[in-house]
């Protein structure tokens, strides 16, 4: 049996879910109510596999715990919850194109690093328009990285320029995965 919460499956963690959650295609707040509505009964949901499930899971803490013994300072960033979600997003959605370990580590610190320092700037909403894609999306991460960690437009915003950073290029839209 799946692992539960509140007596529901937690299976909305899927791709198929949290592309959902990130697209906007949804109509109301409740939708994650829904989704685990959906699928309290597992055995009822002929494409969910559970060992799937739980592989991926495995695949992605695998990604994070060798990312930590490379550098363990990332411990610090991973304990902020808006910064786990979207770490956690980038390896969920990006599997196809995650960069290797060696690389993303470096980088993904230097973002970070980057993304504190301007949360510590006092001009974050006026300095959005800023020369460089890179330091854009440092702003845009910022600025979205207050407030509730899981809404949905802070989230996708984040989302979008962890890639942007982390690959040099917009991310995909994801409805083809």
């Known amino acids: 049996m799946a692992p539960t919460h509140r007596g529901c499956a937690l299976v909305s963690v899927t791709k198929h879910h949290h592309r959902q959650l990130l697209s906007g295609d949804h109509l109301?707040?409740?939708?994650?109510?829904?989704?685990?509505?959906?699928?309290?009964?597992?055995?009822?949901?002929?494409?969910?596999?559970?060992?799937?499930?739980?592989?991926?899971?495995?695949?992605?803490?695998?990604?994070?715990?060798?990312?930590?013994?490379?550098?363990?300072?990332?411990?610090?960033?991973?304990?902020?919850?808006?910064?786990?979600?979207?770490?956690?997003?980038?390896?969920a959605l990006e599997k196809n194109r995650l960069l290797p370990v060696e690389e993303f580590v470096p980088k993904y610190a230097s973002f970070l690093t980057d993304v504190s320092a301007a949360i510590r700037a006092d001009s974050l909403e006026g300095s959005v328009e800023s020369p460089t894609?890179?330091?854009?999306?440092?702003?845009?991460?910022?600025?979205?990285?207050?407030?509730?960690?899981?809404?949905?437009?802070?989230r996708t915003e984040r989302y979008n320029a962890l890639i942007l950073a982390l690959h040099g290029t917009p991310g995909a839209t994801h409805e083809d995965h």
Do not use: C, M
């Open 133 to 154: 894609p890179y330091r854009q999306a440092v702003i845009k991460y910022a600025v979205n990285a207050r407030g509730a960690s899981t809404d949905l437009t802070p």
């Open 28 to 91: 109301h707040h409740g939708l994650l109510d829904d989704i685990y509505a959906g699928y309290e009964d597992i055995s009822d949901q002929s494409t969910f596999v559970e060992d799937d499930f739980f592989d991926e899971v495995e695949r992605i803490k695998a990604y994070v715990r060798e990312a930590l013994n490379i550098d363990s300072d990332l411990r610090n960033y991973t304990r902020v919850q808006s910064h786990f979600y979207s770490l956690w997003g980038y390896l």
